[in-house]
């Protein structure tokens, strides 16, 4: 078995038993392959079902919220960068939550996989050594890790939890990459084709609003596309109304968003949803040097400023 | 013989078939990230050999969103402020590649907004009476597939005017109501061959056997409402749960709709939208209140619906395993094993 | 027909001004007689920084060709920093508005302050003929609804 | 004599304005005197402001505004004293008001006299580089906005016909009949507020001010750089209105200077004046301009100077060259400037230039030091009032008090500063009769309109011919009333004139309306005048709102009737549809703690306990050491060699004696609660555990003082002859033999301030180095005394003690920072190894003694600054709300400062700030009640998530999260309703009131349809 998930088992005992914490909140094995549950363990007996493996992408963060009780999570890096935000935005104490910090390799992308099945079911699901295996009725296929990955993980910059109380396994090592090419292409296209590929994009969408309840950050009592005084978005898949919601909701991500994936893959009609996250990170860290959720003691970009802060598009 | 075969390479004439007179054939595409059910266009292909569509056809019947009055606000008209109601009609239409477990839920909107005595739902209904639905047989259930425990089944011919069973070489093709089979005889196709009916029949049976043992949650019926409803289950069952719109505007039986007028310059609408359980906006009162304040609530309501308030009003659950539900929790939350606590 | 209409189309404009600052260098403008186009409709809101970005996507959904906003230069803020902290605000949500497509020079933000009557006539002049140049506002704009 | 509860301030510039409504606040009727047409003063000419750059007239105005607004300020234009009688507590004032020949009650300001007027004239107010008619407003923005006719260039009165503006008046207000008056005012107290003019370069023939076109006056550079000057802020020169290329500015025009002008005095402001023009001039400029200022010393003393001179040298590039220029020449041909110079390399330097600009010097008109003569206030021998340090604001009569530039040569924050001491000081004489002569309206109580369907009355104003020569308003009107909601349409000559309010008045009585909307002007001017009229009109105020269709329609599309008609059109259906949503708005009372705590016990707390003592309000003096006196026990003279002992003791005693103060030493404050007003704060006093004392109180003054940093070079600590200035001044009094018997002595200047650890000046030392040399030459005439120094900057008046101590024989020897002198110890002797700067050579000097200016620098305030929710700057002295106009203000309201935690500053300055404090301060307290509320923000707690961002970018601290329920609270008091919050509220739990979200957006939604 995965030590990662002995240690989380035997952190999760002893927390509970010796009282430091009342919940421990991490991943058991799901229903079906390639998704895991988040697992909400109170008592000794519940921690043998904690698990890990590739598919524990869910950003537990998201069960933080307003809690009051003492809770340890299991975190990756970027459920860490999702805390810091929680905790700057006063959702949780940092006194209150005990991190049980999990260097991550990247999650596996369970779209990618099943593209990779070809039509057949997968019903099983092996990692090792950097290797994954699907497995199902006449199937039986292998890749390098590397290559199934979820694109958040591709191009994550923080698989090391930024904030933790105890490390369950040793620090894996981080990478500068690229982030944001998508984003560059975009943009380097006219207006005319950047409209369209949005228009396009958005159309399959449905308000069913996965993407908003996955996400650590959305947990405002009332959206403002529930707002009734003054209702200013509509209600219905009129495009335009669809287009405003993914755009305010993304405008509430700006330097908030840890890019942590929940939001792209709870979409159930698979819209890419993070090329919008994703530009405004890169315009929060290219105009203001912010990185989201990598320091508590640094202010969210748009509660602060600097005097001298970029203004080259204000006449 | 009533039985009629469509050769592989003739399903594109079979459909340009099915669209003379007018018809809209609707069939599974992809489109973007995933696969719905949406109009062919002529010489346009269904998807049909990919597992069940991403959302169910009920949207063709009851769209996400729609007009139903249309209204001034201009105070210099006479009419001004009076609804007009949206005219209903449109052309005769086909689902094409329905699966068993959405058409067996075509039955269960039924109920809900035609068979409500004085209260049928006339935007529902215009359309529901035009649509025929040619199922498509399930040759290999998933394994999130349970249709077998509402009383469906991969092959399961109920609500479906005409089966489709996919032999391979040849589309298969049994009249199931005297429409479906006034459809097939208009279109003058092959008559299919004994063998292939008895093909069709050991796939049917293959798939039904593949399926495993079917838990039974009519038994939820026998149980007492206050009973569950109190239940200490429900704490710890919710805590994963998200409160999206998933499960719901993913299920083919869902039935929830809001309504909402909306004014642009001097003229509005009053549409509705899918809405869902899941959602606590769905039950505020305009007093604050709310009798679903939590989630737990809300959870709660979405399965005790389904398994036990439509069972005691109707005698049936409200789901027809299609494990659309169980696919795209973005939590896992899985009905199977709701239905099985609520059974135990 | 299309080309004439074209040329007589006029676009509208809806400006959000800073009462302090940029309403104040409005009403300089006015006191000086500086001659602008008329396109310009002005809502005055107390400062940049009550700003929300959502009333500039409300006016282009609505109809408005091109959207000004503008308030005090930096350290002018009447409420000291009001304006720093619009000014983040209109970057993060002019770069994503334009990533998605919404043409640039629709949306348009200055600094003009009560002293400079003179600005903002030329930036009322400017920020017209960019919007001119685009047309009328074709992308973001709410369908119509008629009713016979 | 009886005492009279007003006051009279002669001088309506921002000293005037600011001492006026110091007053005005704190329970007395004020008489505000101004010889020209209007008030605003200097300021209203300049451009921008130094160091904060801010636009002068955005941040002058509002005051203006609030001032013509008073209902207890009485501004009487036109007007000069002429005489005082009687004495301190009641005074006869008599004033000569010139005729206006405009009814000021009639004129509104429309403009139409002066257009018609054919008489064109130099206009004074750009400095003679414009033109303006003989009928004129000062400028745009003058308060009060009427206009006046310029007897000496009217046809009329010149030729005695024409009269057009009073043909094309419609409101009758030109009265060519108004004849000179003189009018008796009884006041307890006078202010004088005059201000300066400034020197006449045409007496320095050299530059060749007014002879070569393009040398022109600081003073009209600043209009040249204004957006409403002569070239709409175009920076063209006036020979040819070419932009320049390079401009020089030549400094001590009129100032340090006795052979042409004899003004020895330095005129303290003109330094960073020059700074600042340059650095505006080069970013109106499209091309690389360059700048180049010629100067003496750079004398950049002020809070964030230092800065500003450095980042005009490093980042903008403005070049400063250390040179008296002799002489400008000009060239024919170009019109161009010639400039020579010798530079640090003692080479000869030609230069041209297309400007020059002559940083002009401050003086006292002649005018002025007549009427002092006669109203018998002495002055000092430069020409400025004379005061004594320890009471820097009262003149030589009692119950006259003095504030501004004729007090002696200042800045702005300075004379503000002097303003309110001066307002504090007249207030402390006429305490008993607080509150007798001022004024209060009462109106009949508001409509409840809850429940009540919106009714709205829409009054279109022609505004003259303003409006209606260019919209079509009765086209307006009848569009109006078929808006909904509209049941009533009116159309208005004038709205804003007095029969027009009153008949307004009665028809939201009579027709039961309870919203209305004005289309007229902006509502900056006017809204508060229709708002009165609702209130009267027994309307909540706020359920008021503007169309602007004369300064946004007829005004700039005079060419476009039709567009301006349907712009007005679309203005007025967005104003009501806004209306339609108004509600009416609840300014709450708040009663208030009458008292005041004052923190630190040096002479500014001092001062500003007893100062609050004598206006009668109860103080608490809370003093963390275990003696009262601050710094200033170490002191022995004051710059005008008052004995600083005998004062220290007097006011430590009457401190100690006066029951309205009750002093706490070795006391700190550990917590604060509540807000403007209504402050609970808790005291430790004692050592250890301590004993905890709570206070109420409604106002705070922060006096926490400063100190003498201790060096870390020039060899300090090591040899005992080597002191710093605190050090020496204790040793001199002390008799000590170090200085007693020093033949040689030596100062080094700077010693750490202007570094990058301090990048600020210490202001004091230049001062007390000179002064101190010349005590040491007239103990001893044989002892040599040497200063190294960087610059001195011995501003204002104290030029004089440089000046003596050269004549004295002092050598001066400037070093750059880069090429510090050294200390070097060797063999029991001192050795100090600099350069002349002026000849190159390298000097030794052996002293017995090195005095060491050692930087001033502030205490750990960082704790009290949390407690008080109030800002510091980057070198940790406190930081007030506005540098120029709020200088002993916090933003937070309620909470004040004065003294060396402000900045460093001689010990005048520092009872002047005092006392300004305790000016601000009773402002507050002299109110009986708080108005709060009106346009505020609100949180919504149900849907308020906690996030606390509106928190973060409250700049007033105004919101804060509940840490019980986590929801956000604004605390009215001290929202001041910018919104910011509510912007920044991702789930709509902030709305301002009367800027909600539902309000704007229906408004846009109303221009679509």
Redesign the interface.
């Known amino acids: 078995m995965d030590t990662r998930v002995e240690r989380i088992r035997s952190e999760a005992k002893r927390l509970l038993e010796s009282g430091e914490v009342d919940l421990v909140i991490g991943f058991r094995k799901?229903?079906?392959?390639m998704?895991?549950?988040?697992?909400?363990v109170r008592t000794v007996e519940d921690t043998e079902l904690l698990h890990w493996d590739g598919f524990c992408s869910?950003n537990l963060c998201?069960?933080l919220t307003?809690r009051k009780e003492k809770v340890a999570v299991v975190a990756k890096g970027c459920d860490t960068r999702s805390l810091v935000g929680h905790i700057?935005?006063?959702?949780i104490q940092r006194e209150q939550v005990l991190v049980l910090g999990v260097p991550c390799e990247g999650m596996l992308d369970r779209?990618a996989l099943q593209e990779r099945a070809e039509?057949t079911?997968i019903?099983e699901v092996v990692e090792s050594d950097g290797r994954v295996e699907i497995r199902g009725?006449g199937l039986e296929r292998s890749f390098p890790r590397q290559e199934v990955l979820q694109h958040c993980c591709r191009i994550c910059r923080h698989r090391n939890p930024v904030l933790h109380d105890r490390l369950l396994s040793a620090e894996v090592e981080e990478h500068q990459v690229e982030r944001y090419e998508d984003?560059e292409e975009?943009?380097s296209q006219s207006?005319?084709?950047?409209?369209?590929?949005?228009?396009?994009?958005l159309?399959?969408c449905?308000?069913?609003?996965?993407c908003?309840?996955?996400c650590p950050h959305c947990?405002?009592?009332?959206?403002?596309v529930?707002?009734s005084?003054?209702?200013?978005v509509?209600?219905?898949?009129?495009l335009?109304d669809v287009?405003?919601f993914h755009?305010?909701r993304?405008?509430?991500m700006?330097?908030r968003c840890t890019d942590c994936g929940?939001c792209e893959?709870?979409?159930?009609?698979?819209?890419?949803l993070r090329v919008?996250t994703r530009?405004?990170e890169k315009?929060?860290s290219e105009?203001?040097g912010f990185e989201a959720g990598t320091d508590l003691e640094q202010?969210?970009?748009?509660?602060?400023?600097?005097?001298d802060?970029?203004?080259d598009?204000?006449? | 013989m009533s039985a009629r075969r469509v050769g592989r390479e003739a399903l594109k004439g079979f459909i340009t078939g099915l669209m003379e007179d007018g018809r809209t054939v609707w069939g599974p595409q992809e489109f973007q990230g995933s696969v719905r059910f949406r109009p062919l266009k002529k010489n346009g292909t269904p998807v049909l050999d990919v597992p069940n569509a991403t959302l169910s056809p009920k949207e063709v019947v009851f769209p996400p969103s729609e007009w139903m009055f249309l209204f001034s606000t201009d105070p210099g008209r006479e009419d001004a402020f009076v609804l007009k109601e949206v005219p209903q009609e449109g052309p005769e239409q086909v689902i094409l590649g329905i699966r068993p477990c959405d058409a067996r839920a075509f039955q269960i909107l039924d109920r809900v907004f035609l068979e409500q005595g004085a209260h049928e739902d006339p935007y529902y209904r215009s359309k529901r009476d035009r649509t025929l639905l040619i199922g498509l047989g399930c040759n290999t259930p998933c394994s999130t597939c349970f249709c077998h425990w509402t009383g469906g089944g991969p092959f399961h011919t109920e609500g479906l005017d005409v089966l489709m069973t996919d032999l391979g070489d040849v589309y298969l093709l049994e009249p199931v109501t005297e429409r479906g089979r006034a459809l097939l005889d208009a279109l003058q196709l092959d008559e299919a061959g004994a063998d292939e009916v008895e093909r069709g029949k050991h796939i049917a049976e293959e798939a039904r056997a593949s399926m495993g043992e079917a838990k039974d949650p009519r038994r939820i019926k026998e149980k007492d409402l206050m009973a569950l409803f109190g239940s200490p289950f429900w704490e710890r069952a919710h805590e994963a749960c998200v409160k999206c719109g998933v499960c719901t505007y993913l299920c083919p039986t869902c039935s929830c709709f809001d309504i909402q007028d909306e004014v642009r310059g001097a003229c509005g609408f009053r549409g509705r939208n899918w809405d869902t359980c899941m959602f606590a906006l769905t039950t505020l009162h305009a007093s604050g209140h709310n009798p679903r304040p939590t989630g737990k609530e809300r959870f709660r309501q979405r399965f005790m619906h389904k398994l036990k308030y439509f069972q005691d009003d109707f005698g049936d659950v409200m789901c027809v395993g299609c494990g659309r539900c169980v696919q795209y929790c973005p939590a896992n939350i899985d009905i199977r094993e709701i239905i099985e606590a609520l059974s135990a | 027909m299309e080309q004439q209409n074209a040329q007589d189309w006029e676009p509208k404009i809806l400006a959000f001004l800073c009462n302090w600052c940029s309403y104040a260098g409005a009403d300089l403008a006015g006191v000086s007689r500086l001659q602008y186009p008329p396109n310009i409709r002005i809502i005055r809101i107390p400062c940049s920084g009550r700003m929300n970005p959502a009333f500039i996507a409300a006016a282009l959904r609505n109809g408005v060709d091109g959207v000004l906003v503008s308030g005090c230069h930096p350290g002018d803020c009447h409420y000291l920093s009001g304006n720093y902290f619009a000014r983040r605000k209109f970057t993060v949500f002019k770069e994503l508005l334009e990533f998605m497509g919404v043409e640039e020079g629709r949306v348009h933000f200055s600094w003009v302050s009560a002293a400079e009557g003179e600005k903002f006539a030329q930036v009322v002049q400017e920020v017209t003929e960019a919007v001119k140049a685009l047309g009328p506002a074709r992308h973001y704009v709410k369908e119509k609804i008629e009713v016979c | 004599m009886e005492k009279v509860g007003a006051v009279l301030v002669a001088g309506g510039g921002i000293a005037g304005v600011q001492a006026a409504l110091d007053l005005a606040e704190s329970g007395y009727y004020v008489y505000l005197v101004e010889r020209n047409a209007a008030i605003g003063g200097v300021m209203s000419q300049l451009d921008k402001t130094f160091p904060t750059n801010d636009c002068s007239m955005c941040i002058l105005s509002p005051k203006l505004v609030e001032c013509g607004r008073h209902l207890n300020v009485e501004i009487l234009t036109l007007s000069e004293v002429v005489s005082i009688q009687g004495e301190e507590g009641n005074f006869q004032v008599e004033v000569l008001k010139h005729p206006r020949y405009v009814d000021e009650d009639k004129c509104v300001a429309c403009g139409v006299c002066a257009e018609k007027c054919p008489r064109k004239v130099d206009n004074p107010f750009d400095e003679g580089l414009s033109k303006r008619k003989a009928i004129y407003v000062l400028y745009p923005q003058a308060v009060p906005l009427k206009y006046a006719i310029d007897r000496d260039h009217c046809i009329y009165f010149q030729k005695g016909k024409c009269r057009a503006c009073e043909k094309f008046c419609e409101n009758k207000a030109i009265n060519f009949e108004q004849k000179e008056e003189r009018i008796r005012l009884n006041v307890g107290s006078v202010i004088l507020a005059p201000g300066f003019e400034v020197f006449d370069a045409r007496l320095i023939t050299y530059y060749g001010y007014g002879r070569f076109a393009n040398v022109v006056t600081s003073k009209e550079f600043e209009r040249i750089l204004s957006a409403s000057g002569p070239y709409q802020g175009h920076l063209v020169r006036p020979s040819d209105k070419r932009e320049p290329e390079r401009i020089a500015w030549i400094q001590c025009v009129g100032s340090r200077n006795i052979n042409q002008c004899d003004h020895s005095y330095c005129s303290a402001v003109c330094c960073m004046y020059a700074i600042k023009e340059a650095v505006i001039a080069k970013e109106h400029s499209d091309r690389l301009l360059d700048t180049a200022i010629f100067y003496m010393d750079m004398r950049t003393y002020g809070k964030e100077f230092e800065k500003y001179y450095n980042r005009a040298k490093e980042e903008s590039g403005v070049r400063f060259i250390p040179s008296r220029i002799h002489n400008v020449v000009e060239e024919p041909d170009t019109r161009n400037l010639l400039i020579r110079y010798t530079d640090n390399e003692r080479q000869v330097i030609e230069e041209t230039f297309d400007m020059v600009v002559l940083s002009v010097g401050l003086q006292t008109p002649r005018s002025l030091i007549e009427m002092a003569e006669k109203i018998g206030v002495s002055l000092d021998s430069h020409g400025f009032c004379s005061t004594s340090s320890f009471e820097p604001v009262a003149t030589s009569r009692p119950g006259i008090y003095v504030c501004g530039a004729f007090q002696g040569p200042k800045d702005i924050p300075q004379s503000v500063m002097e303003a309110s001491a001066a307002a504090s000081s007249a207030a402390a004489t006429l305490a008993e009769v607080r509150g007798t002569l001022v004024r209060e309206k009462t109106y009949p109580d508001e409509r409840n309109v809850a429940g009540e369907p919106p009714r709205i009355g829409v009054f279109v104003c022609n505004c003259g011919i303003n409006i209606g020569s260019v919209v079509n308003v009765p086209e307006v009107a009848e569009y109006a009333a078929t808006l909904p909601n509209v049941v009533f349409v009116d159309q208005n000559l004038f709205s804003c004139s007095q029969d027009t309010q009153d008949r307004m008045k009665a028809i939201i009585q009579e027709k039961k309306l309870n919203r209305v909307v004005v289309a007229s002007c902006t509502p900056r001017t006017h809204e508060p005048l229709f708002q009165e009229t609702c209130r009267e009109a027994g309307l909540n105020k706020y359920l008021f709102e503007m169309a602007n269709i004369r300064d946004q329609c007829s005004w700039v599309h005079m060419n476009s009737p039709e567009a301006a008609t349907e712009k007005a059109k679309e203005l007025v259906r967005m104003a009501v549809t806004k209306a339609a949503l108004l509600e009416p708005l609840r300014e709450v009372e708040l009663g208030l703690t009458q008292s005041a705590l004052v923190i630190g016990g040096g002479v500014a707390g001092m001062t500003a306990a007893k100062e609050l003592s004598a206006q009668g309000f109860e103080v608490v003096l809370v003093e963390k050491g275990d003696q009262l006196g601050g710094n200033a026990r170490f002191m022995r003279h004051t710059w005008k060699d008052e004995d600083i002992p005998t004062f220290l003791n007097g006011l430590i005693r009457s401190v100690e004696e006066d029951p309205r103060i009750t002093v706490y030493k070795n006391a700190q404050i550990k917590a604060v609660d509540g807000f403007v007003g209504n402050f609970k704060s808790t005291l430790v006093v004692g050592d250890g555990a301590g004993e905890e004392v709570t206070v109420e109180h409604g106002a705070v003054i922060i006096t926490t003082g400063a100190r003498e940093s201790q060096p870390s070079e020039y060899g300090y600590g090591e040899d005992p002859r080597i002191v710093t200035m605190q050090e020496f001044d204790r040793l001199a009094a002390q008799g000590d033999a170090r200085v007693k018997e020093a033949k040689t002595i030596a100062f080094i200047q700077c010693v750490g301030s202007r570094e990058p650890q301090r990048p600020y000046c210490s202001k004091v030392c230049c001062t007390h180095t000179c002064q101190s040399a010349v005590r040491l030459l007239e103990e001893n005439p044989d002892r040599e005394v040497f200063v190294f120094y960087r610059d001195i900057r011995t501003y204002g008046r104290n030029e004089d003690h440089y000046k003596v101590a050269r004549e004295k024989g002092t050598l001066f020897f400037r070093y750059d920072v880069e090429e510090k002198p050294r200390v070097i110890l060797e063999g029991g002797g001192l050795r100090v190894e600099g350069k002349d700067h002026v000849l190159g050579i390298p000097v030794t000097v052996e002293p017995d003694l090195i005095v060491l200016a050692a930087a001033i620098e502030p205490y750990d305030n960082r704790p009290l600054a949390q407690l008080y929710k109030v800002p510091l700057n980057d070198e940790g002295f406190f930081l007030e709300a506005h540098m120029k106009l709020r200088p002993v203000d916090f933003a937070t309201d309620g909470v004040f400062l004065a003294g060396l935690a402000h900045y460093p500053k001689p010990l005048d300055e520092s009872i002047a700030q005092a006392k300004a404090a305790v000016g601000r301060a009773v402002a507050v307290l002299a109110t009986q009640r708080l108005q709060v509320g009106g346009t505020v923000a609100y949180a919504d707690p149900t849907k308020c998530t906690g996030c606390g961002v509106c928190e973060m970018v409250c700049a007033y601290k105004a919101v804060h999260l509940n840490s019980e329920t986590l929801t956000s609270e604004v605390n009215e008091a001290l929202c001041k309703g910018c919104g910011t919050c509510v912007s920044s509220c991702r789930s709509g739990a902030l709305q301002l009131r009367g800027f909600s979200d539902p309000q704007i957006f229906s408004m846009i939604d109303s221009l679509s349809s």
């Not at chain 1, 799901?30 to 392959?33: A, L, N, Q, T």
């Not at chain 1, 700057?88 to 959702?91: L, V």
């Not at chain 1, 947990?219 to 403002?224: A, N, Q």
């Open positions: 799901g229903s079906i392959p998704v895991s549950r988040p697992w909400f869910l998201n069960y307003k700057q935005e006063n959702q779209r039509g079911e019903l009725r984003v975009i943009d207006p005319e084709e950047r409209w369209a590929y949005f228009q396009n994009m159309s399959p449905i308000r069913c609003y996965a908003r309840n996955v947990y405002c009592t009332e959206c403002f529930d707002c005084r003054p209702q200013w509509g209600k219905s898949l009129d335009n287009f405003t755009l305010f993304a405008f509430h700006a330097g929940s893959r709870a979409c159930p009609v698979g819209i890419p919008l530009k405004l315009v929060v105009r203001w202010l969210p970009p748009l509660a602060t400023y600097r005097p802060d970029p203004q598009f204000i006449k």
